[in-house]
């Protein structure tokens, strides 16, 4: 075994903690899991005994070599050797192929509505586009469990007015919960990182993603207005959609959602935001999509 530095491969290796990522997941037979970096299987196979489909995907033909022979015996799981993202801002064909397929056959078997759980030791560098695509699309999800550096679950998890507050954080917050679970040492990864991580649940927030407009819209003004978070808001907007809005009609929607002329994006709540795009939705008369954001950009970090 040798594990690549440059797939992120760090691999948790602490039997209680696999656990603890499981337990946290509350699978049931009606859950299909997508797993992201499978390394060697290990927890896949705790994976495939207590969910309906598990659909793995290892990118490292050796590593899936070992997953293969791990899981092997399970009938329920799906693996895959792929990219799961097909770029930055979508999820891989084959992926999302293989969670339809999932998801079709656990409902003809238990009858019952299925829904998609993320659950894994995610790899550093992919750990934001899988978890923002997954939400992006029209999946249904239902849960995430996953292990990501400490530095990005404070990001997610972010307040206003701080250096880690982002386009990121809004887009989780506006749609879903989250819970730092534990924060991990190095130690209980082979090889060591060089950094802590941590195992964080994020669960869908229906009440708020109902409150959103366009989200496809939402998307896009939370990365147009966070690549200049620290200048006025009004003056950002207008600038970006002069040819839409004139700048008197931005500043009256940003009063007309609360918001004081001076703000910038950094200091601004969540539901602020979103209550800004809304009106802006609005006033161009735009119709929000059926489902999905299959053609929008992803957030950055």
């Known amino acids: 075994m040798h594990p690549r530095g440059d797939l992120g491969q760090n691999f948790l290796i602490d039997i209680n903690l696999i656990e603890l990522v499981v337990r946290e997941a509350e699978l049931s037979p009606v859950d299909v899991v997508l797993e992201v970096g499978a390394g060697t299987g290990s927890l896949t196979s705790y994976l495939g005994a207590v969910a309906g489909h598990v659909v793995s995907v290892e990118y490292d033909p050796n590593m899936y070599a070992f997953a293969s022979e791990a899981t092997s015996h399970y009938e329920n799981i799906t693996l895959l050797n792929c990219d799961a993202l097909k770029n930055k801002n979508h999820l891989a064909p084959a992926v999302l192929e293989a969670l339809d397929a999932a998801l079709a056959k656990v409902g003809a078997v238990t009858g019952a509505e299925p829904v998609v759980k993320l659950v894994a030791n995610l790899p550093y560098h992919v750990g934001t586009p899988i978890i923002s695509n997954l939400i992006s699309t029209g999946l249904p999800w239902g849960r995430m469990v996953v292990t990501v550096q400490w530095e990005l679950a404070v990001r997610m998890a972010a307040k206003p007015g701080t250096s880690d507050y982002s386009a990121l954080t809004v887009w989780l917050q506006s749609q879903a919960n989250l819970k730092t679970i534990r924060k991990l040492p190095p130690s ?8 802590d991580s941590a195992i964080v649940r994020i669960d869908p927030a229906p009440e708020r993603t109902a409150n959103i407009a366009d989200r496809e819209f939402l998307h896009t003004f939370l990365r147009e207005i966070f690549t200049q978070r620290r200048k006025r808001l009004a003056g950002v907007l207008a600038s970006m959609h002069r040819d839409r809005w004139s700048r008197a009609e931005i500043e009256a929607l940003v009063q007309a959602a609360g918001i004081p002329l001076d703000a910038r994006a950094e200091q601004l709540q969540v539901s602020q935001l979103v209550e800004l795009a809304n009106r802006l939705v609005v ?3 735009m119709t929000p999509p059926a489902a ?4 929008a950009d992803a957030v950055e970090q």
């Open 292 to 295: 999905g954001l299959d053609g």
């Open 188 to 195: 209980v990864f082979w090889p060591r990182p060089n950094v």
């Open 283 to 285: 006033s161009a008369g």
